[in-house]
């Protein structure tokens, strides 16, 4: 680890998840413009994600560093849903994920700033939605407003009776795994 950590990323989710691992960290948001062209998923796409949002921000430090780079993709039938279109879009997805199971996959990237040496991780959890009506469905949207979630969702705001269950590391399904990251840290 080089000189001070930085988190790529505005994400608050990531932040509060590297401030309860007690991680010391400044934010410095990567001006990476994410392809969202892609949509078959695979881990090689979302790892280079990560390593491209940690990448882009070695111009903007003031000192060497290491970069934390992360990125959050959720996986339905091997099609990425990633961040929706407005409210219809968000209503779509989340039509599409009803009484199914997806995966979630977080991407961590930790990068020197001085070499551009790099480790990096995948984590995939598994969410099973309960059926949900339309209404239901609006009720969601209309009240937490998730336009900037990948699949249109966060867990950790999705009131009683949405989530059937899920398994893996419920951190990463809400922006990023704390124990990869203290591992590649």
């Known amino acids: ?13 990531r ?9 010391k960290f400044e934010i410095i948001p ?6 969202h062209t892609t949509t078959v998923f695979s881990y090689e796409f979302i790892e280079n ?18 970069i934390v780079g992360a990125d959050t993709v959720v996986v339905l039938d091997g099609e990425i849903l990633g961040k929706p279109n407005g409210y219809e879009g ?3 997805m989340l039509k599409r994920l009803s009484a199914k199971t997806h995966s979630v996959v977080t991407s961590i990237v930790v ?9 990096k991780n995948s984590t995939t959890s598994y969410v099973t939605f309960e059926n949900l009506t ?5 009720t969601y949207i209309d009240k937490f407003k998730p336009f900037d979630k990948a699949g249109s969702y966060g867990i950790q705001e999705m009131p009683e009776g949405y989530i059937k269950s899920y398994t893996g590391d419920l951190e990463n399904i809400i922006g990023m795994s704390s ?6 840290l």
């Open 111 to 119: 990068m020197n700033s001085q070499t551009q040496e790099y480790k």
């Open 15 to 23: 932040a509060a998840i590297m401030t309860k691992a007690k991680v």
């Open 90 to 92: 968000a209503f779509e």
């Open 30 to 35: 990567s001006p990476y413009i994410e392809d």
């Open 179 to 184: 124990k990869s990251l203290l591992e590649l």
């Open 49 to 66: 994600l990560a390593y491209n949002k940690a990448k882009a921000v070695i111009p903007i430090l003031k000192e060497p560093a290491t």
């Open 1 to 13: 680890m080089v000189g001070k950590i930085v988190l790529a990323s505005s994400s608050p989710r």
């Open 134 to 138: 339309d209404e239901r469905i609006r």
